[in-house]
């Protein structure tokens, strides 16, 4: 089988890694991909937002399955193009993909089946959006209502706060059409997770559960960024309450897609929050969480592309979705600035000697192969992902292969996993 993986972060490495392993995995081909993708399959220069490329691509290579890392292509119908092109997508179609690219589609789908998430209102218009900030009073949620790079969400604590987030986003058009329309929901308290499914559509398989860390700076101060680091499991989400996890988040979603015409094939991921009165969604993402994606496919046992293959053709079992009870660990090495500008083209060293102990690997994000070196081109540079027999252990492991790496510049946060490790969740099946 010959399979091209679309992205060019650490989560389409980590994709490029495991579907490489696959015994059925011919030929793989990674569009534009990184220097981490290229050591398992050929990049090839195409951009994810290029639909028309990508479908080419596809038929020019020969492809039986695309896989899709980021939104964007998902939310352009990429899946929508490859599927009319007789070329099977794992990734929903654009409708399916609303759930991400729309907060205000998100959440009627969440309100009308039933699923838990704060109280809100849609908005096109700035001055009825807000007499509702002053009538429900702060603190207050405000969500662009579009695709932001994840930061078209603002949590404001005062009534002045949540206006000028609107004034932001539908006046000044910060973040341009994204904002126009606008959520407005009531603010939870409580800690996060992430709970990822596999779907063929009406079938799903639950993934163990996972934590993010969205902010730049220890102990989650400072602005918001892609994920600094993420682990797996999270213990506030224990793997014998996810199933009833999954009846109550994501199954109302599936089954109403599935009855609309549009059946979800792909990874739904659901950001939930925890609060004193049970847990609420948050978000939907239509595809793996980055940094999310690492840890879990360290977990994985079985073979990925099999899964993927039976979610495009609707015979998923669940009993194909098989987890180490080991957790894993995942630290972003980023360049400093980030998330805001920062410097590129430095050399990295010691990643051989980092990927030295067993359990270890490297995924790399803002990268590119020049001859044998390796040069940082992004922001989140590098993912060090550890397995081992617990989160404590997991942690120690990671930062122990990070700290073998060097690069000018490099800054990475030294708490990631702290929130689990509290919790004590230990692993004791040992392998
Ligand atoms: P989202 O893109 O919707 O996940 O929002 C990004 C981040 O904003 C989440 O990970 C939360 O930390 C925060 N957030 C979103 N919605 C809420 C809410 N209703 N209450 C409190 N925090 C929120
Ligand atoms: N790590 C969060 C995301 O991928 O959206």
């Given at each position: ?15 490029a ?8 995995a ?18 090839v220069?195409?951009?994810?937002s ?7 691509l ?12 980021p ?14 092109a007789?070329?099977?997508?794992f990734g ?34 700035f ?21 932001a ?26 973040f341009?059409?994204?904002?126009s ?8 308290k409580?800690?996060?997770?992430s ?33 600094m ?16 996890m ?8 599936l ?13 739904l ?5 925890f609060?004193?009165?049970g847990?609420?969604?948050?978000e ?10 690492q ?16 979610c ?7 009993t ?11 630290v972003v ?8 500008s920062?410097?590129k ?9 980092a ?47 990070a ?29």
């Amino acid at each position: 089988m010959n399979i091209l993986i679309v992205g060019s972060g650490g989560r389409e490495h980590a994709l490029a890694w495991k579907l490489a392993q696959s015994p059925d995995a011919h030929r793989l081909f990674i569009a534009p991909g990184n220097g981490g993708t290229a050591r398992h399959g050929t990049n090839v220069e195409v951009k994810d937002s290029d639909i028309p490329g990508l479908v080419a691509l596809a038929k020019d290579k020969a492809i039986d399955l695309v896989v899709v890392g980021p939104e964007l292509p998902l939310t352009l119908g990429l899946t929508d193009a490859l599927t009319e092109a007789g070329i099977p997508c794992f990734g929903p179609d654009a409708y399916g993909a609303q759930l991400e690219g729309s907060k205000a589609f998100a959440k009627n789908m969440m309100r009308d089946t039933g699923v838990p998430t704060a109280e809100y209102a849609v908005f096109d218009d700035f001055e009825a959006a807000c007499a509702y900030v002053r009538e429900k009073g702060a603190p207050l949620v405000v969500k662009a209502d579009g695709l932001a790079a994840g930061k078209g969400v603002v949590v404001a604590q005062t009534v002045d706060a949540a206006i000028a987030a609107l004034d932001d986003m539908m006046v000044k058009a910060v973040f341009g059409p994204a904002g126009s329309t606008v959520v407005v929901e009531a603010a939870l308290k409580g800690e996060e997770a992430s709970f990822l499914v596999f779907s063929d559509g009406t079938d799903l398989a639950i993934l163990p559960s996972a934590q993010d860390h969205k902010a730049v700076g220890e102990g989650d101060t400072g602005p918001n960024t892609g994920g600094m680091g993420a682990y797996s499991p999270a213990p506030i989400l224990p793997d014998i309450a996810a199933p009833d996890m999954a009846e109550t988040t994501v199954r109302p979603i599936l089954r109403r897609l599935a009855e609309l015409g549009h059946p979800f094939k792909g990874v739904l991921y659901a950001g939930l929050m925890f609060t004193d009165r049970g847990p609420f969604v948050l978000e939907f993402n239509v595809r793996f969480g980055d940094p999310e994606c690492q840890p879990l496919l360290m977990r994985l046992e079985s073979d990925l592309a099999e899964i993927m293959l039976a979610c495009v053709n609707g015979v998923l079992a669940d009993t194909l979705v098989r987890y180490a009870p080991e957790a894993a660990l995942c630290v972003v090495m980023a360049a400093k600035g980030y998330p805001g500008s920062y410097p590129k083209g430095m050399e990295i060293t010691g990643l051989a000697q980092a990927e030295s102990e067993d359990g270890v690997k490297v995924f790399q994000a803002g990268t590119r192969a020049q001859g044998d070196k390796t040069l940082t081109t992004g922001g989140r540079v590098l993912g060090v992902t550890a397995l081992a027999l617990d989160l404590a252990q997991a942690k120690a492991k990671a930062y122990r292969a990070a700290d073998a790496i060097r690069f000018e510049n490099s800054f990475m946060r030294r708490d990631i996993g702290d929130k689990g490790i509290k919790r004590h969740a230990f692993v004791t099946r040992h392998k």
